[in-house]
Structures are given as structure tokens and as C-alpha cells.
């Protein structure tokens, strides 16, 4: 089944220490998302790439970084992860011009800081 | 810039029975999507429903239909026959009808619990 993958499940590292989640898709969408979800809380955009056009959002800290090598893979790089920074992370896809199409998800990677 | 509410933090419902949930949204605009997405427990976030704004129909999938007004900007999700794998995190979702990344606004969420 054509699906959204996100590697690992679970992150855990160290305060100030550089991480990466990373997201591939098999759907063949040209829209990926980067969404933080803190507990209880609604899904945040942090960012999107349409192709390669990168879309950061204007509240987005700077320590948030994304790549995106190709269509079906997306990486979100933490570059000195604070204690703040410990929550979900989902990422998404969609195709652009289909708004009426929902957004795929992936099961997220939840992120712990020690 | 385009807003969602759902004033419900938190509902239960009994095993069988029916419930709505409520949303409110605020935008200028005129045509765009709603959504109602669901997020069990440590699970992967689904579409339950979604509806055009253009449509005056509201939507139904099987058990799930929505309570859509326009005017009053509200867009409210009935769960029929509630079960068991009914419980979990639901959040109502606004697009608008662009091209250019298409966006989802969520609500705050409400958390759904059914009981046995």
C-alpha cells in the first residue's frame, strides 16, 4: 500500500545534541510537511516543500531545519535540540493543486530530550 | 489569517449511542475545505470526513456526517452508533481552495472517549 514512513518511531537524545527524523513516501505526492505536535495540542507547521521549493513558516525557529533530496524523501534536522523542542513530529504529504485530496500522514516520531 | 475552534476540550459518549462534536471556524474567504481528521492513541492520523464549502449538502461517510452552515461558519462532526475504536483525538481542519501549498489549519482538538 502506498504509504507515509517515518523513521524512528521513537528519538531519544541528549539537550544541544543535533538530530534528524526522516519521512519517505511511496504516493508520489509533490507537497511534504513537517508538523509538531506537542501533547494535547493541534499540529503546528514548521514547514513545507513543494518539489524542491522549500516554505518556512515565519514563527518556525531557526533551529529547525528541513531537507528534501528527492520526491519521496524528507528530513527534518533539529540542530541543538532544547528541552522544548520534545514533542511528536508528523510529517505529511499532499499533491498541490487537489485541496480537496487530505493529507497522508505518517505515524509520527516522537522526540525525548535528556 | 483563517482560524478553527473546537470549544470541547474533552466529550464521552456511551458505546452505541450518538455524539457531536463542534467547530467553529473564521475566514474571509469563500471557497476552501473542511476536514475532520482523527488521531488515536500513538496511531496515525486519518481523514474521517471532509467537506466542500461550494456544496450545500453535508457530508456522510457510513456512521460520520457533518453539520455544516456556512453563514454561521460552523462545521460540526455527528458520530452515530459510537464504538469502541471510535475513541481518540479529533481535530477539525480548514484549507483553503489555493494552489500554493494548500495548507491545513487545525482546531485544538477534542478528545473522545466512548465507554463500554
Known amino acids: 500500500d502506498a504509504m507515509v514512513i517515518q523513521n524512528p518511531r521513537y528519538q531519544v537524545t541528549q539537550f544541544g545534541k543535533p538530530v534528524t527524523l526522516s519521512c519517505s513516501q511511496t504516493?508520489?505526492?509533490?507537497?511534504m510537511y513537517w508538523y509538531q505536535q506537542k501533547s494535547s495540542q493541534a499540529p503546528k507547521l514548521l514547514f513545507h516543500?513543494?518539489?524542491?521549493?522549500?516554505?518556512n513558516e515565519a514563527d518556525t525557529p531557526d533551529n529547525f531545519q528541513s531537507r528534501r533530496p528527492n520526491t519521496s524523501f524528507c528530513f527534518l534536522d533539529i540542530r541543538s535540540p532544547g528541552l522544548g523542542d520534545a514533542a511528536m513530529y508528523l510529517c505529511?504529504?499532499?499533491?498541490?493543486?487537489?485541496?480537496?485530496?487530505?493529507?497522508?500522514f505518517g505515524d509520527g516520531t516522537r522526540l525525548s530530550i535528556l | 489569517a483563517q482560524t478553527v475552534t473546537q470549544s470541547q476540550p474533552e466529550m464521552s459518549v456511551q458505546e452505541a449511542e450518538t455524539v457531536t462534536l463542534s467547530c467553529t471556524y473564521d475566514?474571509?474567504?469563500?471557497?476552501?475545505?473542511l476536514f475532520w481528521y482523527k488521531q488515536p492513541p500513538s496511531r496515525q492520523m486519518i481523514l474521517v470526513i471532509r467537506?466542500?464549502?461550494?456544496?450545500?449538502q453535508n457530508a456522510t461517510e457510513n456512521r460520520f456526517s457533518v453539520n455544516f452552515q456556512k453563514a454561521a461558519k460552523s462545521f460540526s462532526l455527528k458520530i452515530s452508533d459510537s464504538q469502541l475504536g471510535d475513541t481518540a483525538m479529533y481535530f477539525c481542519?480548514?484549507?483553503?481552495?489555493?494552489?500554493?501549498?494548500?495548507?491545513?489549519?487545525f482546531g485544538e482538538g477534542t478528545q473522545l472517549t466512548v465507554n463500554p
Open positions: 505529511a504529504t499532499s499533491r498541490l493543486g487537489q485541496p480537496y485530496q487530505p493529507q497522508h
Open positions: 504516493l508520489n505526492h509533490n507537497v
Open positions: 516543500y513543494y518539489d524542491k521549493d522549500f516554505n
Open positions: 475566514t474571509s474567504e469563500n471557497n476552501y475545505y
Open positions: 467537506q466542500e464549502a461550494y456544496k450545500q
Open positions: 481542519a480548514f484549507r483553503f481552495k489555493e494552489t500554493s501549498g494548500s495548507r491545513l489549519t
